[in-house]
């Protein structure tokens, strides 16, 4: 299974920033064309106070602090050059996580979009949208707005494709800020199966695909979670991709780049569940030959080999 | 609000240590002198039992270990080279942290000083002094302490300045130690004033500038403190000064560079309260084009464009 | 004391893995033979599901995972090309340390050690047994464990040596998942006299060299609980060798490479012991200038220019 979509971790929440300018993210979009990747996510245009792009309605209501660059307009640029979809991740509030409320989520977004689509709707490369609030199974409410936004989305934008990518409540799910590594209580198949049920129902037709990530259940347990995963996108007419993440879950640092052999055992996995398409968090930190982590682009380099083996 | 001063962080409490000898150390005071860096502010002389230089003093009282390398011979030698200023951070017994009593630390350094002035006061960039016992406001019998080792440096050394760089106790004043990012019980900027206020009366005459931590309030509660700052400053006659982090706080790896826009927010905040100089902590892992930590080199090199729209 | 031995951390439990292909362990052989290294120890050979070459019995009975490449082969052919040693480390289930049951280990190296040694046997370097259990005073059943996985190793290869590579209960003996540096209840220098006589009196004969980790104590301790290590090794029959740790276990990034001085300490201490071989944990990591840490290409030229002013 190849990776041909990456997140672009602006603004990020738990990974540090790599500062950089034009010139690397021009290579970047580069190397991950290279090794064909054709879809890039901006995993979210805003988390509280820092945005990605100058957002007028999001400076004015929200206080956000005008960023330097206009990343999406980069972004946009880039992937036009490159011959790559772009996808817009939503405006995270803050609000949500700090009261439990996700109406602020849905009414910053109705801006928001109607704002990014006048000002960036124009680019070739604009093809979709990620809805950025991530949730799980416990997450009360969150079926109604991800439908409220994966409508406002795509009613503005003439029907342009959205996704979302939620965790599955494994027993690696615990916080970044943590220093733990797995918890007890973690969720059975079947509970995934019948929540997820739920929810998927609840979406339909408001969301085009889902994108689990992968890094919340041990290796052994991908077969039986990935084959429920497709049994209800295929139900609910929905996409089923892997969000394979490439930085590793099982190590005190958090996070730096996944040994190639876990990553491999994941796409194999997916692969076998009859994924539609393999996206991952996230190129430019944990794949990237330029990365901080030299370790990424050692990743790169074995991801290549194994491309080559399957004669891609 | 251009940055002109870096701590250089020997001997390390929390940043792991980059192994650098002479042709390095060289390389990084020019990469310092290219921004208009003209002050080199060295954190602390010894932290328990390892030291920069080869102290009789505290080897014989003290136990210490013989460094390898004379670090403040060194870095006196190369701020000659480059034509900067050098102030020489005291040491730390340790036994303030374990047992509350600064009493040591005061007898302590009573020695360094003189051994240290004797040792290297002829050297021209030898310009003044940094005690280095961090403290905030909760720290008892600071204030006197500062006072008695801010004397002790001036009289020795016929009256160079001498400065302290305190934390505001906010909410992410946590231990490095610690996963926590945050805490609740931060400090109110009436607090702040009023507790500091009594601080800068007693340090007033012994200590000439105060630098404190911009790391630990959040990004929308600089303006406030700030203002306080250079107020107490202004009134008891010390110069304000910010000490910018380039690490950053918000992230689970402790500690990497931080991303540049939440550093030019703090520059400008302290540019806006009229500061009269900025200091970082610190340039040579954060802000380097060689530091180990890549991303910052490229936060190096945001900075420069920075600089230029600026017109510096 | 000169390094003539290091790790060779594959599966690692909590060092990210830098995805090196054959091109970069070529390399690192090359650079650990030019700094006097003769002897690599791959650490285990397999942990849980994950293992370093394709074990037909670990794959059938343990649902193992098979690797992209043949580890073992590997480092065997880089050995032999480069005129080193090579241990081979053993197979942890992980099911000791979920159910405190040691008989899983011995049954399964059992089949490993035999199906190892009729595989890679015949390599020049194959040069002993690395008997992977990490264990501590307070682990029950070990010693016995121990003598018999130790014998196994030398029967089946016609008494190739074996070493264990314990840890002191020291202060610094924290779980690397913990956010804590040091603990209270560290062991005392009697205590652990009288508990490793009697573990090394239990082992001795199968076990031919103990090589404890420096990293668990304070420095200032090394002189006393070294001084016991090699006059129990003596008494017992075995060789001395001290794991000289090439990361830094006080720092809250877990782990990076080590200050140099730190590490000249532990060596100093362990040739004042009179200890007969130093190793590390590990070099490509922590002290190889191809390392994704680059501060351990500087500690590399540190302890180079080190071994120059001790004329080796």
Not at 267 to 277: C, F, H, N, S
Request: with cysteine.
């Amino acid at each position: 299974m190849k990776i041909t979509g990456t997140f672009i971790d602006e603004i990020s929440h738990d990974i540090p920033h790599q500062n950089w300018g034009e010139k690397e993210w021009d290579r970047d979009f580069a190397y991950m064309r290279a090794i064909g990747i054709d879809t890039v996510i901006m995993i979210r245009s805003g988390y509280r106070k820092f945005i990605t792009y100058p957002s007028t309605y999001l400076i004015d209501k929200y206080g956000c602090y005008k960023p330097t660059t206009d990343l999406v307009e980069l972004y946009l640029r880039l992937a036009d050059k490159y011959g790559m979809k772009f996808y817009f991740g939503l405006y995270d509030s803050g609000i949500y996580w700090d009261t439990g409320n996700l109406q602020h989520e849905i009414d910053a977004n109705q801006y928001v979009i109607e704002e990014v689509w006048a000002k960036y709707g124009h680019y070739k490369s604009f093809g979709g949208w990620y809805i950025s609030t991530e949730i799980s199974r416990k997450t009360k409410g969150a079926t109604e707005a991800f439908r409220t936004l994966g409508l406002q989305c795509k009613t503005v934008s003439n029907g342009l494709p959205t996704f979302i990518s939620p965790w599955i409540d494994g027993k690696k799910a615990v916080m970044a800020s943590s220093a733990q590594l797995s918890k007890e209580e973690a969720v059975s198949v079947r509970e995934h199966e019948q929540e997820w049920g739920e929810i998927f129902s609840g979406i339909s037709g408001a969301i085009d695909a889902v994108a689990f990530q992968d890094g919340h259940i041990d290796y052994h347990e991908l077969p039986a979670f990935f084959e429920i995963n497709k049994k209800l996108a295929d139900k609910y007419g929905m996409e089923c991709w892997t969000n394979a993440e490439s930085f590793d879950r099982d190590m005190p640092i958090k996070f730096f780049p996944i040994k190639f052999d876990k990553l491999r055992l994941k796409l194999e996995a997916a692969a076998r569940a009859g994924y539609d398409k393999a996206i991952t968090f996230e190129f430019s930190h944990f794949m990237s030959p330029q990365s901080a982590y030299l370790q990424a682009g050692h990743l790169y380099n074995r991801y290549k080999e194994y491309l080559q083996t399957l004669n891609f």
